[in-house]
């Protein structure tokens, strides 16, 4: 696409106004974190807007870190009209699996709380956008499964020392 303006500079600005872990387990006292079961994917939403007068195309990752996993997502490059913005995606991991409009779909064994950080850059410029967002993902599937065999094996011993 071609910009014009009278004086040939071009005016490219953007912001972060949604980078987000949607929440997927709701528990009452933790009304603000993201909480995840350890063995389910996690998607992302990173939205990109164009608060500029001509169209841009930004770079965009997402890095993951955590006690256990170090990850760095690269976003695909996509054109953003002015005054609009676009929910960016990686192509290559976010494909038939991923939620609608969901940036990024991580999969892996997550345990403990994880650090999600977006950078943006726009070509022509040397200034880089970041935002950060959390979650945090615990094995409640493996303690279900383990309590209920521990139950199950107290009360076929108890039945045992019956008879």
């Known amino acids: ?19 987000v872990v949607p929440r997927n387990i709701r528990l009452p006292f933790f009304k603000n974190i993201s909480i995840y079961d350890s ?13 500029g007068q001509n169209v841009i195309s930004p770079d965009a990752t997402v890095a993951l870190k955590g006690w256990n996993i ?27 699996d991923c ?20 950078t943006v850059s726009i070509e022509g410029k040397s200034s880089y956008i970041y935002t950060t967002t959390s979650f945090l993902a615990l094995p409640f599937k493996l303690v279900f499964i383990l309590v209920l065999i521990s139950l199950l094996s107290f009360y076929l011993s108890r039945k045992l020392k019956e008879y």
């Not at 063995?39 to 990109?48: A, R, T």
């Not at 940036?103 to 999600?116: D, E, T, V």
């Open 99 to 118: 939620p609608d409009n969901s940036s990024i779909l991580m999969k892996g064994l997550f345990i403990g709380n994880y650090k999600l950080t977006a």
């Open 1 to 19: 696409l071609l910009s014009i303006s009278k004086d040939g500079r071009t005016e490219k600005k953007a912001s972060i106004p949604l980078f």
């Open 39 to 51: 063995f389910d994917n996690i998607p992302v939403i990173l939205m990109i807007k164009n608060s």
């Open 70 to 96: 170090k990850r760095t997502y690269t976003l695909d490059k996509k054109n953003i009209l002015s005054s609009s913005q676009r929910v960016i995606s990686d192509r290559k991991n976010c494909n038939k």
